[in-house]
């Protein structure tokens, strides 16, 4: 039998004092609500004292350590809440008296003196409260004082708002992380479309409205929001079911529920034959526990479920298993947990003892005559006094560097200061896992993440498979027959490559998806835009990628050709000029007119050397060159050709009316005649220089099918279509005039000139370039314009020059090389006897025509 005297004052019937150089407040649970009438209860061993008790075990821990508040002890006045908002709300006043000011200038002692008023107990910072309910009441009387609070175990959202509970802080996470944690799973399994279950109640319908606000931030969608009624009617979880198979594409199901509704919906699950159809994800409390998927193990296989990190701090079990009613005075409600644990009666001196329930003998010992086991939020209480401890030694070091014990400057503590201490501590709690808060002074959300695996033969069960700290850590999971895969829970699946989502209205989650077409890609998920006109789209239409570039090779079928005519036409004008040279002054080639003969072959050999500047790829140079080359080569040949059958023409219509020469008709003044011509081209071209001066271009409109493929942008001069024909209109004009003139010399004998052979050069010529013009405006729409023009011109141009060297040079080669006893001079005859034989040998061919044709003619008199 031992007697025991209650620890107690009569100031402070329900608090202890820790005596320190520092005092921190404590509330805790220690009793439950009383009835009515009355504040408190039956005393709570666990929620109670154990966790009052974790406070008086962190700062003997902290008193003793050298190194943590050196000569700085910290004290407590702990007290009791009864579980009770309004009554904590009171007690809690006691913290804040100190800082209350009294007006005590009418007091005088009885001798007059004024009074020696003992300076009140001054709390620096607060641990506690339990519930959310007390923590909401005391932390708006303490912020009015400046006083920071640390809970161990209030987890209300609502204390994360800064602005109201600015100096409250928890070293537990709060019920939104459950919810942000479920979010990141979902997210981690790749799902955006599931539906939520709610046990009716605070618990459910809360935990499913922050799952769906930040799900909502988190781009998820939410199929069917179903409630579980608090007393479901008969065949209410098969509705329920059913409401779930409306969407079935929405697989997930987040559930807020709990052990029974649980197991309801399990139940009704495998009633409508959906085993594995579901994938359930868990809150706290489903948990790791057995008693929902009992005999429904096959329905909740893969379901992933979630629990708050927790240790057992093992120092506090050897502290806690030692304590007696001898060791342990200090706690005023000792004495009471140790009757209610024990199971026993404690004799007090003057009270009768109740003989219904055995006496104390002081010799009992926890966990040995008693079932203990740690209650949860031991970790928390120490972690928050600890958390405590290190603000108040940083700021110690701050602001007193050297000083042993609490130096003036902390004397008092500023509270606002120490709040901003508090939110920056950074230290390993008592579980080994870090102690922090975030800005509005929350702890990290710690969980543990399970799933429900069947198929792990070597032992099935519940498997932890990650943790969740704030962000999300997953290990391999397994689902119905070892599949490593997750299954799909999405309203649409990806969109391939290149292929943008058109919307469902009202649904964010579900889409359409449409291929990005023509030139375009994709922009973003939504839209299609089209490539900049330099480039065509990637083959799956993410991105752009430059056209590639391409020009006229050497290798080309359609280069070979014209390169073979030229070659043949240059080696040809080539041997044409050696062999005049040769036989610079023999008859035929005196005959012929050395000077312009010269002038019209150089004119074909530009001719044939434009096939070779047309062909070579573009520069600046070669766009030049080509547009001095391409018209000018035509305009000297056809400006020689011209003054030649111009001169004939004169010659023989002077003959009819004089036997005097017409003027300018010697060599030098036919050459002067050709280059005047041939200087008109080379204005224009000159001009052409100045205005716009030669460059490259790349087309990338000529090549530009449908299927971007085969887009290519073609490396060309700045010459249109309009310009090259400009260019050769000239030459064109030339050739016309010469044409007509030999149509006009048609009658002139051959053997006194080249008229003939010079109408026959220029009817083939103008039947070459009549053929041109539609070939090569008829390509315009061709993938192949530029090779097909370009092949059509030069081969026109070579075909041309070709007629002009064959009728007019070919034939006299071949009299001086192979019949040399032709080439020999002839009896001179005088110009009027040269105008009176071709004008009889008209006559004579006119007669002719006549008389073959039937008719009478009467020869005009000739003098007209």
């Known amino acids: 039998m031992v007697f025991y005297t209650w620890a107690s004052t009569e100031t402070q019937p329900h608090s202890i004092k820790i005596e320190?150089?520092?005092?921190?407040?404590?509330?805790?649970?220690?009793?439950?609500?009383?009835?009515?009438?009355?504040?408190?209860?039956?005393?709570?061993?666990?929620?109670?004292?154990?966790?009052?008790?974790?406070?008086l075990y962190a700062l003997d821990q902290i008193n003793s350590d050298p190194d943590l508040l050196p000569n700085i002890t910290l004290g407590a006045r702990i007290l009791d809440t009864c579980s009770r908002d309004t009554y904590a709300l009171e007690q809690s006043l006691t913290f804040v008296q100190a800082l209350i000011q009294k007006d005590n200038s009418d007091v005088?002692?009885?001798?007059?003196?004024?009074?020696?008023?003992?300076?009140?107990?001054?709390?620096?910072?607060?641990?506690?409260?339990?519930?959310?309910?007390?923590?909401?009441?005391?932390?708006?009387?303490?912020?009015?004082?400046?006083?920071?609070?640390?809970?161990?175990?209030?987890?209300?959202?609502?204390?994360?708002?800064?602005?109201?509970?600015?100096?409250?802080?928890?070293?537990?996470?709060?019920?939104?992380?459950?919810?942000?944690?479920?979010?990141?799973?979902?997210?981690?399994?790749?799902?955006?479309?599931?539906?939520?279950?709610?046990?009716?109640?605070?618990?459910?319908?809360?935990g499913v409205d922050a799952f769906i606000q930040i799900s909502r931030e988190a781009g998820l969608c939410i199929a069917q929001s179903i409630k579980i009624p608090r007393e479901p009617r008969e065949g209410e979880f098969d509705k329920v079911i059913k409401r779930l198979m409306e969407t079935s594409n929405a697989r997930g199901v987040i559930i807020f529920a709990n052990e029974d509704d649980i197991k309801r919906v399990l139940e009704a699950a495998k009633r409508a034959n959906l085993t594995g159809h579901f994938l359930f994800v868990g809150s706290d409390s489903w948990g790791a526990k057995n008693s929902p998927i009992l005999n429904l193990e096959d329905v909740a296989e893969g379901a992933v479920t979630i629990l708050p990190k927790r240790a057992s701090i093992e120092g506090f079990d050897?502290?806690?298993?030692?304590?007696?009613?001898?060791?342990?005075?200090?706690?005023i409600w000792f004495a009471e947990f140790w009757e209610d644990d024990f199971k026993c009666k404690l004799t007090r001196p003057g009270i009768r003892g109740d003989s219904g329930l055995r006496k104390c003998t002081g010799e009992e010992r926890i966990s040995q005559d008693s079932i203990y086991e740690q209650e949860g939020k031991v970790q928390f209480v120490i972690d928050a006094v600890y958390a405590m401890a290190h603000a108040l030694h940083s700021m110690h070091m701050d602001l007193c560097p050297g000083s042993m014990g609490v130096c003036d400057k902390m004397d008092p503590v500023d509270g606002r200061m120490l709040l901003s201490y508090i939110r920056a501590v950074s230290f390993n709690g008592s579980a080994g896992t870090g102690v922090m808060f975030n800005e509005n002074g929350d702890?990290?959300?710690?969980?543990?993440?399970?799933?429900?695996?069947?198929?792990?033969?070597?032992?099935?069960?519940?498997?932890?498979?990650?943790?969740?700290?704030?962000?999300?850590?997953?290990?391999?999971?397994?689902?119905?027959?070892?599949?490593?895969?997750?299954?799909?829970?999405?309203?649409?699946?990806?969109?391939?490559?290149?292929?943008?989502?058109?919307?469902?209205?009202?649904v964010p989650c579900c889409w359409h998806c449409e291929l990005c077409d023509g030139y375009q890609y994709l922009l973003?998920?939504?839209?299609?835009?089209?490539?900049?006109?330099?480039?065509?789209?990637?083959?799956?239409?993410?991105?752009?990628?430059?056209?590639?570039?391409?020009?006229?090779?050497?290798?080309?079928?359609?280069?070979?050709?014209?390169?073979?005519?030229?070659?043949?036409?240059?080696?040809?004008?080539?041997?044409?000029?050696?062999?005049?040279?040769?036989?610079?002054?023999?008859?035929?080639?005196?005959?012929?007119?050395?000077?312009?003969?010269?002038?019209?072959?150089?004119?074909?050999?530009?001719?044939?050397?434009?096939?070779?500047?047309m062909i070579a790829e573009p520069s600046t140079v070669v766009c030049a060159f080509r547009r001095l080359f391409l018209g000018l080569g035509m305009s000297i040949s056809y400006s020689a050709m011209l003054t030649k059958t111009n001169r004939i023409y004169r010659i023989f219509e002077q003959g009819k009316k004089s036997v005097t020469p017409p003027k300018f008709i010697s060599p030098?003044?036919?050459?002067?005649?050709?280059?005047?011509?041939?200087?008109?081209?080379?204005?224009?071209?000159?001009?052409?220089?100045?205005?716009?001066?030669?460059?490259?271009?790349?087309?990338?409109?000529?090549?530009?099918?449908?299927?971007?493929?085969?887009?290519?942008?073609?490396?060309?001069?700045?010459?249109?279509?309009?310009?090259?024909?400009?260019?050769?209109s000239y030459s064109m004009v030339l050739m016309v005039t010469c044409t007509v003139y030999a149509i006009k010399s048609r009658g002139v004998p051959e053997t006194f000139n080249e008229a003939k052979p010079i109408g026959f050069t220029m009817y083939t010529t103008c039947i070459i370039w009549l053929a041109f013009v539609p070939i090569f405006f008829g390509t315009s729409q061709s993938t192949e314009k530029m090779f097909i023009q370009t092949t059509t011109l030069t081969v026109s141009m070579s075909l041309s020059a070709m007629v002009s060297l064959g009728m007019l040079y070919i034939p006299k080669v071949y009299v001086i090389i192979f019949h040399p006893e032709q080439n020999v001079q002839k009896r001179k005859r005088s110009f009027k006897a040269v105008v009176q034989a071709a004008t009889i040998s008209t006559h004579l061919s006119q007669k002719s025509s006549n008389k073959q044709n039937g008719e009478t003619k009467v020869e005009q008199d000739r003098s007209q």
């Open 443 to 506: 702890a990290p959300g710690r969980y543990d993440i399970f799933q429900y695996q069947l198929s792990n033969t070597t032992n099935p069960g519940y498997k932890i498979i990650g943790q969740w700290t704030n962000h999300l850590r997953l290990n391999d999971m397994q689902w119905s027959g070892g599949d490593k895969l997750v299954p799909d829970s999405v309203c649409s699946f990806p969109c391939e490559s290149g292929e943008r989502k058109r919307m469902v209205k009202g």
């Open 318 to 331: 050897q502290y806690f298993t030692t304590r007696s009613l001898e060791n342990n005075r200090r706690n």
């Open 668 to 728: 030098t003044s036919q050459l002067i005649i050709t280059f005047i011509l041939i200087s008109v081209q080379l204005l224009g071209i000159f001009i052409w220089f100045g205005v716009v001066p030669p460059h490259t271009i790349v087309d990338f409109d000529e090549l530009h099918p449908p299927n971007p493929e085969y887009a290519r942008g073609i490396l060309k001069c700045d010459m249109s279509d309009l310009s090259l024909i400009g260019c050769l």
């Open 108 to 206: 005088r002692c009885s001798n007059g003196e004024p009074p020696i008023i003992p300076k009140p107990e001054r709390v620096i910072g607060v641990i506690g409260a339990s519930a959310s309910s007390v923590s909401i009441m005391v932390a708006n009387v303490l912020r009015l004082f400046a006083i920071p609070q640390i809970s161990y175990a209030s987890t209300a959202p609502e204390l994360s708002d800064n602005n109201r509970y600015d100096f409250f802080s928890r070293v537990v996470p709060p019920d939104s992380f459950q919810a942000q944690a479920m979010v990141d799973i979902v997210k981690a399994m790749g799902w955006n479309y599931v539906s939520t279950l709610a046990s009716e109640g605070n618990y459910g319908e809360s």
């Open 20 to 55: 320190g150089d520092v005092t921190l407040g404590g509330l805790f649970p220690v009793h439950s609500r009383g009835p009515a009438g009355v504040p408190c209860g039956e005393i709570k061993k666990e929620k109670g004292i154990h966790r009052m008790e974790a406070m």
């Open 524 to 613: 973003d998920e939504f839209n299609c835009d089209t490539c900049p006109f330099d480039m065509r789209p990637t083959s799956n239409r993410t991105g752009c990628r430059p056209t590639p570039i391409i020009k006229l090779e050497w290798s080309s079928p359609w280069a070979i050709i014209p390169v073979f005519l030229a070659v043949l036409g240059i080696l040809a004008t080539s041997g044409v000029i050696i062999t005049f040279i040769r036989f610079n002054d023999t008859p035929i080639v005196r005959a012929s007119g050395r000077e312009l003969s010269y002038v019209l072959l150089t004119g074909i050999f530009l001719i044939y050397l434009i096939t070779f500047l």
